[in-house]
Antibody
Framework: EVQLLESGGGLVQPGGSLRLSCAAS????????MSWVRQAPGKGLEWVSGISGSGESTYYVESVKGRFTLSRDISKNTLYLQMNSLRAEDTALYYC???????????????WGQGTLVTVSS | DTVMTQSPDSLAVSLGETATIYCKSS????????????LAWYQQKPGQPPKLLIS???TRESGVPDRFSGSGSGADFSLTISGLQAEDVAVYYC?????????FGQGTKVEIK
């Protein structure tokens, strides 16, 4: 059974940093692209960032480019999202999501974690 | 970015009746090389993460009831729930995976009338 367990969320001041983690199990981690998708309170879904199975390629939505860095440690089956220069508009529940197919680029997502809440506020 | 626009924003349907949700993309998500539409549908119930229902515009995921069906091509798509059940109350999202960044529709809330 695929399991994705996010951690690292919390309350941070504007301009601060957080590192989110997603521990994966139940599948061959290196075979699948992974993504982070966020959901602001009461709002819809927004794809934030994705990474190829090998970790060689990363992808970001424009609003986080230069501030967020996505990486993966295949030896630990863990995905990381380093978030710097956080803004109020980054406040959201951040979901870790696994690609449905073993493609090199993130496409669509068949497994999701329960999410970790990031609140950016002074 | 490819903008995904869903309609309506919400709808109330009687139990056993049919609910249809529409999704329009600002550009075609049909890849002519393989004739596939790069479009997925998700269901999100309160307090839960999204659940993948349909990929490639019309391919139902294993375990998804056959009352859920997807159709459409190019830039116009729909999700139909035939014979609405109480457990289908949720917000439904379409998502394109043809262009970067991946983008979702704003969501459609389905309720029981």
């Amino acid at each position: 059974e695929v399991q994705l367990l996010e951690s690292g969320g919390g309350l941070v001041q504007p301009g601060g940093s957080l590192r989110l983690s997603c521990a994966a199990s139940g599948f061959t981690f290196s075979n699948y692209a992974m993504s982070w998708v966020r959901q602001a309170p009461g709002k819809g879904l927004e794809w934030v960032s994705g990474i190829s199975g090998s970790g060689e390629s990363t992808y970001y939505v424009e609003s986080v480019k230069g501030r967020f860095t996505l990486s993966r440690d295949i030896s630990k089956n863990t995905l990381y999202l380093q978030m710097n220069s956080l803004r109020a508009e980054d406040t959201a529940l951040y979901y870790c999501a696994k690609d449905r197919e073993g493609s090199s680029t993130p496409r669509y997502f068949d497994s999701w974690g329960q999410g970790t809440l990031v609140t950016v506020s002074s | 970015d490819t903008v995904m626009t869903q309609s309506p924003d919400s709808l109330a349907v009687s139990l056993g009746e049919t609910a249809t949700i529409y999704c329009k993309s600002s550009q075609s998500v049909l890849y002519s090389f393989n004739n596939k539409n790069y479009l997925a549908w998700y269901q999100q119930k309160p307090g839960q993460p999204p659940k993948l229902l349909i990929s490639w515009a019309s391919t139902r995921e294993s375990g998804v009831p056959d009352r859920f069906s997807g159709s459409g091509s190019g830039a116009d798509f729909s999700l139909t729930i035939s014979g609405l059940q109480a457990e289908d109350v949720a917000v439904y999202y379409c998502q394109q995976y043809y262009t970067a960044p991946r983008t979702f529709g704003q969501g459609t809330k389905v309720e029981i009338k």
